[in-house]
């Protein structure tokens, strides 16, 4: 589908028409009060992860992330709206009101649970990337040590990189250089420019770059956690929840996730988040 892009400022809005018309078709499952823009389902992602997530050479958004967002926005009678924006804005936008959902399959951490509603789904792992020729090989973590690497601001990478570097400093190993980016798009810039010695991203968007033939994935399945959708709303997150049990229910999920490679999260659907 070939849509119109609006952009503005840091942002850029993808609205898809081709979804509107099923969402008229029925009654909105969440009240307008309870939304960003009355009727529409307004979502945050960064497309800069494919397949997760990504922009194709016309512009139109793609993967594994956006086909569910269509398809949640589907069943919930809504008109589905993207925004494309940088990990950093992600959470002080939807508390400000900016989106109804961020997907972009943020990690579950104790501290996010604290703030967010999350839906865990994804089963992610964190993933090292090397040039395909030169350097010195990175067949194991602590191979890490005294490297230069790139990996995205504010993220669960960035703090799993930050903990693995102080464990480096207490076994007298040399301590990695972190060069900090605020998408996977120039995090992996950077090693192609020879800037960094290892890209930190996770596994499905450092196995593309691999079957593409642009990096090598070096090591992959370090720290697993699950990736989530969030939201500031537990209504809207009760909402969500729904529709993701009902494609459980007829199979679109699983079919969904398998076509991309993806794992489930264990625990099935249910949604975490600050109690009381």
Same mark, same amino acid.
């Not at 309870?34 to 009727?39: K, R």
């Not at 010195?136 to 490297?147: E, N, R, T, V, Y």
């Not at 703090?159 to 007298?172: C, Q």
């Not at 993701?244 to 996730?257: F, N, P, Q, S, T």
């Given at each position: 589908?070939?849509?119109? #892009?609006?952009?503005?400022?840091?942002? %850029?809005?993808?609205?898809?028409?081709?979804?509107?018309?099923?969402?008229?078709?029925?009654?909105?499952?969440? /009240?307008?009060?309870?939304?960003?823009?009355?009727?529409?389902?307004?979502?945050?992602?960064?497309?800069?992860?494919?397949?997760?997530?990504? %922009?194709?050479?016309?512009?139109?958004?793609?993967?594994?992330?956006?086909?569910?967002?269509?398809?949640?926005? &589907?069943?919930?009678?809504? $008109?589905? +709206? *993207?925004?494309?924006?940088?990990?950093?804005?992600?959470?002080?936008?939807?508390?400000?009101?900016?989106?109804?959902?961020?997907?972009?399959?943020?990690?579950?951490?104790?501290?996010?649970?604290?703030?967010? *509603?999350?839906? /865990?789904?994804? $089963?992610?792992?964190?993933?090292?990337?090397?040039?395909?020729? @030169?350097?010195?090989?990175?067949? =194991? !973590?602590?191979?890490?040590?005294? &490297?230069? !690497?790139?990996?995205? #601001?504010?993220?669960?990478?960035?703090? &799993? #990189?930050? +903990?693995?570097?102080?464990?480096? =400093?207490?076994?007298?190993?040399?301590?990695?250089?972190?060069?900090?980016?605020?998408?996977?798009?120039?995090?992996?810039?950077?090693?192609?420019?020879?800037?960094?010695?290892?890209?930190?991203?996770?596994?499905?968007? %450092? &196995?593309?770059?691999?079957?593409?033939?642009?990096?090598?994935?070096?090591?992959?399945?370090?720290?697993?956690?699950? @990736?989530?959708?969030?939201?500031?709303?537990?209504?809207?997150?009760?909402?969500?929840?729904?529709?993701?049990?009902?494609? +459980?229910?007829?199979?679109?999920?699983?079919?969904?996730?398998?076509?991309?490679?993806?794992?489930?999260?264990?625990?099935? #659907?249910?949604?975490?988040?600050?109690?009381?």
């Amino acid at each position: 589908m070939n849509q119109p #892009i609006i952009a503005g400022g840091i942002f %850029a809005a993808f609205v898809f028409a081709a979804q509107v018309a099923n969402a008229q078709d029925c009654s909105p499952k969440i /009240p307008d009060n309870l939304l960003t823009t009355p009727g529409h389902f307004v979502m945050a992602t960064s497309p800069t992860l494919p397949p997760m997530a990504y %922009a194709d050479q016309q512009g139109v958004l793609k993967g594994l992330r956006v086909e569910l967002g269509y398809e949640i926005a &589907k069943r919930l009678c809504l $008109k589905p +709206e *993207y925004i494309s924006t940088e990990y950093a804005t992600m959470v002080p936008g939807l508390q400000g009101g900016r989106w109804d959902m961020i997907n972009a399959g943020l990690f579950v951490t104790p501290e996010r649970l604290k703030i967010l *509603y999350m839906i /865990p789904y994804e $089963k992610l792992a964190i993933s090292i990337s090397t040039s395909v020729s @030169g350097g010195a090989p990175i067949a =194991k !973590i602590d191979d890490l040590a005294g &490297k230069r !690497i790139s990996t995205d #601001i504010g993220g669960y990478a960035e703090r &799993k #990189i930050r +903990e693995l570097n102080e464990d480096f =400093k207490t076994r007298g190993l040399p301590e990695m250089t972190i060069n900090l980016f605020d998408n996977y798009a120039t995090v992996y810039q950077a090693l192609r420019a020879g800037q960094v010695d290892a890209a930190v991203s996770i596994d499905p968007v %450092a &196995k593309q770059y691999q079957d593409r033939g642009e990096f090598t994935h070096a090591l992959n399945g370090m720290y697993p956690t699950p @990736g989530s959708l969030s939201f500031g709303s537990k209504d809207i997150a009760e909402a969500v929840a729904a529709a993701l049990k009902e494609m +459980e229910a007829d199979g679109y999920l699983d079919k969904l996730m398998s076509e991309y490679g993806v794992s489930r999260a264990d625990g099935g #659907i249910v949604v975490e988040g600050p109690q009381g």
